[in-house]
């Protein structure tokens, strides 16, 4: 199968490689877009650590059921599909909780790290446990489908943060911020994960307000400690998806949730290379590129 493989730091290249094997609870899902995600744009140039070459990199996907193991019973040949990037046991204590995101030994699609290594889903096929993946409606699109997984992350830190009609959360800087929400927002939901958003979020709450952080692009950061404390924050880290996928194709169907204006361009896998180095230039206008195996 092709398959665009991180050879070694800002080296992409398309590959013949052996179709994955599946087992008999496992499905192999032809792929018919696969988004590229922030992630894989920083993991790219070596700078996260979770992207260790050789490694073929994607998770935000959808496609074909392809083949199914001897033991799946939900799905067909055929059937039109996405999946979760979190690879769950299932049988962990936070598994069978529902906290499939905090498995205990969870792996990521498309990532490389010191713990485990699986390939992704910017290839022709990709092999995944039948628990993960999700029916798609007839009429929804493969590439807005590869986006669904970039909306979980969403709805599921709402759900965690709480987040209810009638709460405030302004993008403004810090002082229009509380002049206009009377002393800050309720809540501020980081996305990035570096020092001076983290700490622009901390610092624009209401006393008592609640900072939900998402972006881990820096391992670490500095908390501003002194104001958590007397401002009485709640601090709240919020992990992938735990589930929320149904929900969140339920959203996208109804046009609750519009993913249009996101996708700025639908490429061929063999354009991959050429739209990481523009995505990595930070190119302008470039937000979501889809590639199509």
């Avoid at 628990?131 to 970039?150: G, K, R």
């Avoid at 994960?193 to 939900?212: F, N, W």
């Avoid at 949730?257 to 290379?273: F, M, Y």
């Amino acid at each position: 199968m092709r398959a665009l493989l991180l050879e070694s730091v800002r080296e992409l290249r398309l590959h013949d490689l052996p179709k994955p094997d599946i087992g008999a609870h496992d499905l192999l899902i032809r792929v018919k877009a696969c988004g590229i995600c922030g992630s894989d744009v920083h993991g790219y140039d070596g700078s996260t650590g979770r992207r260790i070459p050789p490694v073929v990199m994607g998770h935000e996907a959808a496609g074909i059921v392809e083949e199914k193991g001897s033991a799946v019973e939900r799905f067909q040949v055929g059937d039109r599909v996405t999946f979760d990037s979190t690879v769950s046991c299932g049988r962990c204590p936070f598994c069978r909780r529902g906290e499939v995101n905090l498995c205990e030994k969870r792996e990521v699609l498309g990532v490389s790290c010191a713990d485990y290594r699986r390939d992704g889903a910017f290839a022709e096929f990709v092999s995944v446990p039948e628990h993960i993946v999700y029916n798609l409606p007839p009429e929804f699109s493969f590439e807005h489908a590869a986006l669904i997984e970039a909306v979980s992350i969403v709805v599921h830190a709402a759900k965690l943060t709480g987040i209810q009609p009638g709460d405030s959360a302004d993008p403004d800087l810090i002082p229009t911020l509380r002049h206009v929400t009377d002393g800050g927002p309720d809540i501020a939901v980081e996305v990035v994960g570096l020092q001076k958003s983290v700490t622009t979020a901390i610092e624009s709450v209401r006393r008592g307000g609640t900072v939900t952080l998402i972006g881990n692009l820096a391992p670490n950061v500095e908390i501003p400690l002194q104001t958590v404390v007397t401002r009485q924050l709640r601090l709240l880290g919020s992990c992938a998806s735990a589930g929320e996928y149904g929900e969140c194709i339920a959203l996208m169907e109804q046009g609750a949730i519009r993913v249009d204006p996101l996708i700025s361009a639908v490429a061929p896998l063999n354009e991959g290379p050429a739209w990481f180095d523009r995505l990595y230039n930070r190119q302008p206008d470039l937000m979501k590129v889809i590639l199509q195996p």
